[in-house]
């Protein structure tokens, strides 16, 4: 079955530090791979997506994340977080059928330290 | 500008007063999805329309109901709403278009939903 893991619940980081979010996935096809952040009362926002080629993509807000087939991973990072960084991230995958439909992963809430 | 507008932000229902939820899109998209996020969790696919067919998951309660009478519009409507379905409802378009086939789903700011 295909599924998505974000082994952190929580990440807690002080201003100006680097970033790297965890995902790994588990999928039987090559997979399209994202990222969506969600700040508090808000909708998602797509920070950057992997479909094929390149396997660093750079996305919007300072953010990239590094797809590894070998280690079925699509971690996130940003070289340096801003106190507005604080949201909820979830990696997700999409199902390349009819439908679309997105396999989310449970979330990673990011505090950020003064 | 907007792209997916869902209204009202917040909406408060009292126990068992059915509500309705509205989600509308100026993309032109024939897929519309809605998904209901609790705290703390990921969103959770309820259903979701293909132009008009419509396709339920097989764990969204009967409670959960929706309508899309155009291309633009589509409705979640609860017919009896318990504590446990307070959350955020998401509402998601996508195309036809895209890369091998892929469309991306654009989301809807939601709408949270309070019930006393």
């Known amino acids: 079955a295909q599924s998505v893991t974000q082994p952190d619940i929580h990440i807690t980081v002080s201003e100006g530090a680097s970033l790297e979010l965890r995902c790994n996935y588990s999928?039987?096809?090559?997979?399209?791979l994202f990222w969506y952040v969600q700040s508090p009362g808000q909708g998602l926002q797509l920070l950057l997506k992997?479909?094929?080629?390149?396997?660093l993509v750079q996305g919007i807000k300072g953010f990239e994340a590094e797809f590894k087939r070998s280690q079925s991973s699509f971690n996130l990072r940003k070289p340096s977080v801003h106190w507005s960084d604080a949201a909820e991230y979830f990696c997700?995958?999409?199902?390349?059928?009819?439908?679309?439909?997105?396999?989310f992963g449970k979330g990673t809430r990011l505090h950020i330290l003064p | 500008d907007a792209m997916v507008i869902q209204n009202p932000r917040y909406q408060v229902t009292q126990f068992g007063k059915p509500v309705t939820l509205s989600c509308s899109q100026t993309l032109n998209h024939n897929v519309m999805y809605w998904y209901q996020q609790k705290s703390s969790q990921a969103p959770k696919l309820l259903f979701h329309y293909y132009d008009k067919d419509f396709n339920n998951e097989a764990d969204t309660p009967d409670n959960f109901q929706s309508r899309r009478p155009n291309t633009s519009f589509c409705f979640l409507d609860i017919r009896s709403p318990g504590l446990g379905d307070a959350a955020m409802y998401l509402c998601a378009t996508t195309g036809t278009s895209g890369v091998r086939g892929y469309n991306e789903q654009f989301f809807g700011p939601g709408t949270r939903l309070t019930v006393l």
């Open positions: 992997y479909f094929s080629g390149d396997t």
């Open positions: 997700a995958v999409v199902s390349p059928n009819r439908d679309d439909k997105i396999i």
């Open positions: 999928y039987g096809a090559t997979p399209y």
